[in-house]
């Protein structure tokens, strides 16, 4: 595994996760792999490609529990807000449609075609759709850019009536990101990154949250998170061994520490 030379300080090697991944490369086509062999095996209780607007990527994936649903988890991927889709990550639903849990899973707007302010509005729009459809309690959650979109729909300003969130190494700083190479297509500027940084806004009262992160993540997501979970005042914890691209895999896992937190209202 070669890694980029070291230098200090470097915005761009802060986030570059798949340079400490042993065989990071190998990751997203198995992610694909499992997320399909799982949408097979639910049959009729998977749903896909359900329209919440008009754009080319505002479809979602709803996947029914047996019996009644107690509410539903919202899952939204990462990429940084410039890749992956809902269909990469369909088996992460196992975890909450065991314990009796609907699970959506949306695709939204990319950059550069879209700013992060267009795809929280997306977020926004697909909550209030869920929650108006669908009855029970609404938590939000997802994983890096992700979790930055679960985060925003906790805040005050969207006026949300969601009952949780659970950002999963979410980006809750928008301001390191202006520096790297990546902000090329993401074009964050000052305002936006006001706007949107989860840790400048208020959580919204009745809202409980918890910040998750993985112990062996790059000390930027390390420090993400911790700044959320301080200025939001609510717990964060690290999974042992744990790195960027499979501290996601406890949610497929009904009994995991990280699917009991999810779903702690």
Not at 114 to 133: K, N, Y
Not at 173 to 188: F, H, Q, R, S, V
């Amino acid at each position: 595994m070669t890694r980029p030379p070291y230098a200090w300080p470097d915005p761009d090697r802060d986030y570059a996760n798949g340079a400490f991944i042993a065989d990071a490369a190998l990751f997203p086509a198995r992610w694909t792999e499992m997320a399909r062999a799982f949408r097979d095996s639910l049959g009729t209780r998977a749903h896909p490609d359900l329209p919440y607007g008009t754009g080319p990527r505002q479809f979602y994936d709803l996947f029914e529990p047996e019996g009644t649903a107690r509410g539903t988890v919202l899952f939204i991927h990462g990429g940084y807000w410039m890749a992956f889709g809902r269909e990469s990550w369909s088996h992460l639903a196992a975890g909450p449609l065991a314990r009796g849990w609907r699970v959506v899973m949306p695709s939204y707007s990319l950059a550069p075609d879209a700013s992060i302010t267009q795809m929280v509005q997306e977020m926004a729009d697909l909550t209030r759709l869920i929650l108006q459809d669908r009855p029970g309690p609404l938590i939000a959650t997802g994983h890096s850019a992700g979790g930055q979109l679960a985060a925003r729909l906790a805040c005050t300003d969207l006026a949300l009536p969601i009952a949780r969130t659970v950002p999963i190494s979410p980006l809750s700083e928008l301001g390191p990101l202006m520096a790297t190479k990546m902000n090329e297509t993401l074009g964050i500027t000052e305002d936006e990154a006001a706007r949107e940084s989860p840790a400048r806004l208020r959580r919204a009262p009745g809202i409980s949250a918890h910040i998750h992160v993985g112990a062996d993540e790059r000390p930027a997501f390390l420090a993400q998170a911790r700044i959320l979970a301080e200025e939001w005042s609510c717990p964060w914890s690290t999974a042992g061994g744990k790195h960027h691209f499979n501290v996601l895999d406890a949610l497929a896992d009904p009994g995991s520490a990280l699917t009991n937190t999810l779903l702690a209202l």
